[in-house]
């Protein structure tokens, strides 16, 4: 099946400072691609639909302003957490749709620990 | 989106067959049935989908009930590796392909 990979697997940051997340389609070119969040024991929530080449589209309650999207290709968006706080840690994980089946892949997620 | 329950887990003994239900009473028409399961630390891991037939794959099958209004993943042979969280979503054909993740089941598999 096709890959998508994330960047960094894990971080580690002090309270205040800003972290990128890159998600990478491997061998396939993703037009859309999606960022999931998950708390401990709880399910993936959906933050944003990032679409190449325009502005990302956020679900309710996520702050586009605090969570910044970008999908410059139709192999990379990345996702950078600004003025992170202890209360923004959590597993980042990204997906991309595959253009023949239609099914996402997602990404192993990136573990962000805000000290 | 149309709404599904699965039990929040279930245990099972290692090389014996899984059912994982999954109840969806108000599916549409248009809505595909997905199933994705996410071991430990890991991304979500695509297992299977279907609309109306029975579908089988090297992973699992998944039985739909001729109302649709249920489902059941079956794994042939359970493993210690299919000890994951599975999650059964509905993904409507025409809303684009985010997928909306409920609670799951977390499946444990004894030797």
């Known amino acids: 099946g096709a890959v998508v990979s994330q960047h960094p697997s894990w971080v580690i940051c002090k309270s205040g400072t800003s972290v990128k997340i890159e998600c990478r389609s491997l061998?396939?070119?993703?037009?859309?691609m999606f960022w999931y969040r998950q708390f401990p024991k709880q399910s993936l929530m959906l933050m944003a639909t990032s679409n190449e080449g325009s502005k990302a589209t956020y679900e309710q309650g996520v702050e586009k302003d605090k969570f910044l999207i970008n999908h410059a290709s139709l192999t990379l968006s990345t996702l950078t957490v600004t003025s992170a706080h202890p209360e923004d840690s959590s597993f980042y994980i990204c997906?991309?749709?595959?253009?023949?089946?239609?099914?996402?892949?997602f990404g192993e997620g990136s573990r962000l620990t805000v000290l | 989106d149309a709404k599904t329950t699965q039990p929040n887990s279930m245990e099972s003994n290692e090389e014996e067959p899984v059912h994982l239900p999954c109840n969806h009473s108000t599916i549409s028409g248009t809505d595909y049935i997905h199933w994705y399961r996410q071991l430990p630390s890991q991304g979500p891991e695509y297992v299977i989908h279907?609309?109306?037939s029975n579908v089988n794959n090297r992973m699992a099958s998944l039985a739909i009930a001729e109302d649709r209004k249920s489902s059941t993943l079956i794994l042939h042979r359970a493993t210690l590796r299919d000890a994951a969280v599975y999650y059964c979503i509905l993904r409507r054909s025409n809303s684009g392909y985010a997928l909306n993740f409920g609670k799951g089941t977390s499946l444990l598999v004894t030797p």
């Open positions: 061998d396939f070119q993703a037009t859309t």
């Open positions: 997906s991309a749709r595959g253009l023949d089946t239609g099914e996402l892949f």
């Open positions: 279907g609309l109306t």
